[in-house]
């Protein structure tokens, strides 16, 4: 029987009411204040170039302007910082050039800020911009990630060449890879592009700051993720605005996808503005400031080899990727294609020899970052093609070779070659249950239906494993990380018997504000609506490291759990001196504090007046007041894992390709609400086939962004996709938080696009047509050009 | 300058605007009624759908003088007066059929017109109707579910947990 309430049940969302009367706040619908003023940047319309000279004078005295920034105000403020050092295979560290609130000497990528013009209204600010006289030498773009490392045309001249650092994971296993793969009965190999996407949220970023002159004291409101690491990221390294004199508030935000995790140049520059012109400033990006700037995701070229015996054991994978960084470091671009992608390189499987080398390369292009998946999808995405190629090479069912190699139930915790440790799965129990839902059985007349009307049907399956509840600080840190990752939570019991809970992660879309009461309701056995959350105030909550790497739930969902089982312990000490009792005596059902084996109780809300009047209370043993704090950090990553299969029908006359059916049968462990679990995957598989067929952020040789906006980057709309077949059913706890819960905000952009290509690349061969690869995104002409080379 | 007015949400407003002003720029600052959102600058993404007598219009694409005399509903005017969800917004929420709520508003409104003019749509009818607004959070499948089940078709073999 599903739960009505509490951990598992399906709650409805409480945020939904507001959001459906049109009455959610975002950045942007903050009402003006009495002060306000608008900020308007001055982009390079070129990708490469050399600033001369900018002359501002003609703004500076345009109606309405308050004042003009170049990047010469900004020459002694702090670059942005990258949060993760790599280290190059040769030992030496990566290369880290500053990258300035506003371009100085250079500008870099289309859309690169060199100036900005604050002033009365947007519109007076957008007059002045267009009269900025900017004398920018243009130089060739370095845009092909292969050519940039062997040019002298560099993308930041004080580094002398376009390699950010080529790292190898693990060294240790290199030699051992090799020799597996040259004494191996049967080498795949396969060359791949995980396309470059723009995540496009729908809301645009938006930043609004304000300065309080009588206190020193900065306010900036922000589309993030993450606000208290927006506010680490400006106080340590860009502004030096000390953290208690600076307050970062993330209202509703409208979709992140990790675009919003970052800290962006226009967030300093309000803030910067504020100071000078003394007024509130407000940025608000259009749909073509978001493509030229937020951070772009994926773009890896990667050549992948899977050794096997002749039996069809995986021997070794070996990969050579050049990652894409863009035109400068975003705050996780240098984790994103390393420690959340060589990692993974061991899939599901026991193969024995893995190593993973990744050279990072700039180019003349936006930031590239970490996009719903991180690295995951790349790494997926690779072994998951080369394993469907390999098959079809050993003559072998896709579905068996997997099996054949799945790392076994009664081996957790396993070791994977790839460096970590996978706490629990059951791979095979995955592809069971993926069999049984997406009725594999029946393809075979489905396909011969779609034959009948001229179509070719293809099935395509994967089987993922990634890891997400970023991050075990320790770990991390070892690893190059400059940040902790763990997360946050109080839990403020009012002297009315209500509850504030203020929490680190941050909700865009997740649903935070139900599911979080839902965990303490249970846990404390009282009404889930007496229960609210406080999120995306730096100033309310103690800390957190926000929302992104399907965190929220392992992470701080944990933090709340720990400050939650704070709360019990010093409420039963409470409890048991009310009742006459040893604590040790008191037991919670229920709402109900109550001595074993008797009937004498009181309630949660009792419990909750004494601590705040605290008349006759043991002061020596108990403080007054009913308020605690945890701070999680976890002990691992945690593993979901999945088996996902897609039925696709392909015309070959028009080489346009139909998802009929999608199924994602994922691992999550204990799941907290079933409904909003299965969201996070249905939209996790929109943009995972959104992705396989239809997005590409294509810049040309020039470096101008061709796909710069709706009109010619293909947004999967309603009618792209399907109803989607979701299963979460066989769940194998995580055992080491104590939700037992997986993350699952990514699975289905992770585990989707290998699925989607393996199904045409089997539509396309079950027609005839001897293709093996075709590279994302699988467009009518793409398809149509390999059936016809082919 | 110009003078216009118009009834928005059954109220009778009276504006000076610009020429260049659009209809969604008049909504949300002027009147600020900020449930309409801009997502877009080409006119695709349909987080602007409002009803301009009785039809759906994208408010990024309408001058406000071109409203002038016109009759507008927003989303603010979709619920109850006494504050309660209409079919439709209770249909989204019972079906999860929203996630950051960015999107919603344009789904909403558009959903009301399409009902209006096809009571019962078919999965592909519905799913074409929605090709000028775009989600980047639900993957669509709850958005159809929801559109479909206020239609009062019974949606229990869509899959849903």
């Keep these: 029987m599903p739960k009505d309430t509490g951990i598992g049940a399906s709650t409805r969302r409480r945020e939904d009411v507001r959001f459906l009367k049109g009455k959610g706040q975002y950045t942007d619908d903050i009402p003006p204040a009495h002060d306000q003023a608008a900020a308007v940047f001055a982009r390079s319309t070129v990708a490469n170039g050399v600033i001369k000279s900018i002359d501002t004078s003609v703004a500076e005295s345009m109606p309405g302007v308050l004042a003009v920034f170049t990047g010469a105000d900004f020459a002694d403020v702090g670059g942005n910082p990258a949060g993760w050092l790599i280290n190059s295979r040769d030992g030496e560290p990566m290369k880290e050039p500053k990258r300035p609130v506003l371009a100085h000497g250079k500008v870099r990528h289309v859309g690169d800020a060199y100036a900005a013009v604050i002033a009365e209204t947007e519109k007076q600010a957008r007059d002045a911009v267009e009269a900025i006289e900017a004398d920018i030498e243009e130089l060739p773009a370095i845009m092909d990630v292969k050519a940039a490392l062997t040019s002298d045309n560099f993308v930041h001249d004080e580094i002398g060449t376009n390699q950010c650092f080529d790292w190898g994971w693990i060294e240790d296993n290199r030699r051992a890879t090799d020799d597996a793969i040259k004494g191996a009965a049967h080498v795949t190999t396969l060359e791949l592009v995980n396309n470059r996407l723009v995540p496009n949220a729908m809301e645009p970023r938006c930043s609004m700051a304000s300065y309080k002159e009588s206190s020193d004291e900065y306010t900036l409101h922000t589309t993030s993720q993450n606000p208290h690491l927006t506010r680490l990221l400006i106080s340590a390294f860009v502004m030096g605005i000390p953290e208690n004199k600076l307050t970062v508030i993330a209202p509703d935000v409208g979709g992140g996808f990790g675009s919003k995790i970052y800290h962006y140049g226009e967030e300093a520059l309000v803030l910067a503005a504020a100071k000078r012109v003394g007024r509130t400033v407000k940025w608000t990006s259009d749909r073509t400031e978001a493509f030229l700037t937020d951070a772009h995701g994926r773009d890896h070229v990667t050549t992948i080899e899977l050794a096997t015996d002749a039996e069809g054991n995986f021997l070794a994978f070996r990969t050579e990727t050049y990652a894409n960084v863009g035109a400068y470091l975003s705050n996780f671009a240098t984790a994103t294609p390393t420690f959340l992608h060589g990692t993974l390189m061991a899939g599901n499987y026991t193969v024995p020899n893995v190593y993973v080398n990744v050279k990072a390369v700039f180019t003349n292009t936006a930031p590239v970052d970490a996009y719903r998946g991180a690295g995951r999808p790349e790494a997926t995405y690779s072994l998951e093609r080369v394993i469907d190629k390999c098959a079809r090479e050993l003559g072998m069912d896709p579905i068996a070779l997997r099996r054949k190699n799945f790392i076994k139930p009664d081996q957790y915790p396993f070791a994977s070659a790839a460096g970590l440790e996978y706490d629990s799965g059951n791979y095979d129990a995955l592809m069971d249950k993926m069999e049984e839902v997406a009725d594999v059985a029946g393809f075979a007349e489905r396909r011969k239906a779609s034959e009948a009307k001229g179509l070719l049907r293809g099935f395509g399956v994967n089987a993922y494993v990634e890891a997400c509840g970023i991050a075990p600080s320790n770990l991390v840190g070892v690893l190059g990380s400059r940040v902790g990752l763990y997360d946050a939570a109080t839990v403020r019991v009012n002297a009315t018997g209500n509850l504030s809970v203020m929490v680190g992660a941050h909700s865009h879309g997740q649903g935070h504000e139900t599911v979080f009461p839902q965990i303490v309701a249970d846990m404390l056995g009282i009404d889930a609506q007496s229960i609210d959350i406080v999120h995306g105030d730096t100033s309310k909550i103690p800390f957190g490291m926000g929302t992104y790497g399907s965190r929220s739930l392992a992470v701080c969902g944990s933090a709340v759990v720990r400050a939650t089982e704070k709360i019990i312990a010093k409420a039963k000490k409470i409890a048991g001196h009310m009742l006459e009792a040893a604590e040790t005596d008191i037991e919670l059902k229920d709402g109900q504090f109550s001595v074993v084996g008797t009937n004498k109780g009181v309630s949660f809300g009792e419990v909750a007046l004494k601590a705040y009047i605290p008349h006759n209370f043991p002061i020596e043993d108990i403080e007054p007041g009913l308020e605690e704090t945890a701070f999680y950090d976890p002990a691992n990553f945690t593993f979901p894992s999945g088996a996902y299969c897609c039925e696709v029908e392909v015309d070959p006359d028009t080489g346009k390709v139909r998802v009929d059916r999608m199924t994602a049968v994922d691992d999550f462990g204990n799941v907290m609400n079933p409904m909003i679990v299965t969201g996070q995957v249905h939209g996790g598989l929109g943009q995972g086939i959104g992705q396989a067929l239809l997005e590409a952020a294509r810049y040309n040789e020039d470096g101008q962004l061709e796909s710069a906006s709706y009109m010619d980057y293909a947004m999967p709309r309603a009618d792209d996709l399907p109803f989607y077949i979701v299963d979460h059913s066989q769940g194998t706890p995580c055992t080491h938080n104590p939700l037992g819960a997986k993350g699952c905000g990514e699975a289905g952009a992770i585990g989707s696009p290998p699925t989607v290509v393996n199904a045409v690349i089997d539509a396309l061969q079950s027609g005839g047509k001897n293709v093996t690869h075709i590279d994302m995104p699988l467009t009518p002409h793409r398809v149509w050009s390999a059936v016809n080379n082919a | ?161």
């Excluded at chain 2, 009276?14 to 900020?34: A, F, I, K, N, P």
């Excluded at chain 2, 993404?45 to 039809?55: D, F, I, S, Y």
């Excluded at chain 2, 209006?116 to 009818?125: F, G, L, Q, V, W």
């Design chain 2, 1 to 161: 300058m110009t003078k216009v007015e118009m009834t928005v949400n059954g109220k009778q407003v009276s504006r000076d605007v610009e020429g260049q002003t659009l209809l969604v720029s008049m909504l949300r600052e002027d009147l600020r009624l900020t449930g309409t959102h801009v997502g877009c600058d080409t006119s695709q993404c349909g987080a602007c759908v409002v009803h301009v007598n009785g039809k759906s219009v994208k408010a990024c694409t309408m001058f406000a003088i071109e409203a002038d005399g016109a009759d507008i509903k927003t989303i603010e005017g979709m619920a109850g007066s006494d504050g309660s969800l209409s079919v439709i917004q209770s249909a989204f929420q019972e079906h999860h059929g929203l996630q950051c709520g960015f999107c919603t508003p344009g789904m909403v409104m558009t959903a009301a017109n399409l009902l209006k003019d096809n009571p019962k749509p078919t999965e592909a009818e519905v799913r074409h109707y929605l090709q000028g607004n775009i989600c980047r959070c639900t993957g669509y499948h709850n958005i159809v579910k929801a559109i479909m089940a206020a239609s009062g078709q019974d949606v229990s073999a869509i899959a849903a947990e």
